[in-house]
């Protein structure tokens, strides 16, 4: 290496730097709250960590090593102690602010991580310019908690930039929306009514399940979920539960579904084991003005009509019986195609009768002398 020459020597000596300058240093030294950077000048430069980033949170001896190159802004020449103040965050925010102003421009979609739930929405930062995510503009369904959102990365649009007023502001909830939408078309271009799928459980309430498709949610009524009676849905549903259904109806959006297959009807086999003349016993599921229905089984549910509870007459069929009796009674009528089985427990009664009409005549006749004996 050639020696410098006494004119290069005093060249640099000389070197002078000025507030607002952008100039390259290299790191000598980091401590927890500052770093110390040689800008090739007789005095250090210093850079706080408060001006290294807007992250409160960053550990400066992990983020920045000696020996590193860094761009700083001179902020102070000197800053009273004879050390040349410096900034690196607002280099990166000059920066990110032109970013922004070309995603503003373009509609581009921008992703960042969630750094701080403020009051009315979220904060995150794109290179050290924080953007604000108003609550009405997180999520295209209602939010109550937003906490969830700390830390995780978001993708997002600018929907204002005015860097004069520090005024950055994104949209989350078009972005879904619009995913939506896509997911939404291209799932009704894959369907048809009798497909059988695979959902998960999104929300359960007191009339079915709402059950994500994968782009589309679909309704599965409590009259749907099973051949058997459920009384209620949330009994036998939860939130995140991986459901097998089959597609029922589609009415444009909107797409019915069920869980009663066919091969699993139990009314298949009814005619197998039941038949007129039976005596079954079940439990009162239901009761109307006109009767009560029976069920025998989970899906099989017979009619207990109010003429045929007793012999007396009765006016309502809650008078003499409550959901959840076992009863007994005898199959009077059964119709396969139509799923229908008549029950009656006044037949039954005539039986007893019968049979104690004739148990004295039986025994007269064991007590009556024989012929031959007179």
Do not use: C
């Amino acid at each position: 290496m050639s020696e410098q020459t006494f004119e290069q020597m005093l060249e640099e000596s000389l070197k002078t730097i000025h507030t607002g300058e952008v100039v390259e240093g290299t790191v000598i030294d980091v401590k927890d709250d500052l770093v110390i950077l040689d800008l090739g000048v007789k005095s250090e430069g210093i850079l706080p960590k408060n001006e290294y980033s807007n992250d409160p949170t960053v550990d400066l001896r992990s983020a920045v090593k000696v020996g590193d190159k860094m761009e700083v802004k001179i902020l102070k020449v000197n800053d009273g102690e004879g050390q040349v103040a410096v900034t690196h965050k607002r280099i990166v925010a000059d920066r990110g602010s032109k970013k922004l102003e070309e995603a503003f421009n373009n509609g581009e979609v921008l992703t960042a991580k969630v750094a701080q739930v403020v009051k009315g929405g979220l904060s995150v930062v794109v290179d050290d310019v924080r953007i604000f995510i108003p609550a009405s503009l997180v999520s295209d369904v209602y939010e109550k908690d937003f906490e969830k959102y700390k830390d995780q990365e978001i993708s997002f649009k600018m929907i204002e930039y005015d860097p004069k007023k520090r005024r950055y502001v994104g949209d989350r909830k078009s972005l879904l929306v619009s995913e939506k939408e896509t997911a939404m078309k291209d799932l009704l271009e894959r369907i048809k009514e009798g497909d059988v799928v695979e959902g998960k459980v999104k929300n359960v309430t007191d009339f079915g399940a709402f059950v994500d498709l994968g782009g589309i949610d679909g309704l599965l009524h409590i009259s749907e979920m099973s051949w058997g009676r459920i009384e209620n849905p949330k009994k036998v549903f939860s939130v995140g539960d991986v459901v097998k259904v089959k597609i029922k109806e589609i009415n444009g959006t909107k797409i019915a579904l069920t869980a009663k297959f066919e091969d699993e009807n139990p009314w298949k086999l009814a005619a197998e084991k039941y038949s007129i003349g039976d005596v079954v016993t079940g439990k009162i599921a239901r009761m109307t003005e006109f009767g009560a229905f029976v069920e025998l089984e989970p899906g099989v549910d017979a009619l207990l009509h109010v003429s045929q509870i007793s012999k007396d007459h009765i006016v309502k069929p809650a008078d003499v019986l409550s959901k959840g009796q076992e009863v007994t009674a005898k199959i009077v009528d059964f119709n396969v195609e139509n799923q229908k089985i008549s029950l009656s427990v006044k037949e039954l009664l005539k039986d007893d009768d019968a049979d104690d009409a004739e148990a004295p005549a039986e025994e007269a006749a064991e007590e009556a002398p024989k012929a031959d004996e007179e």
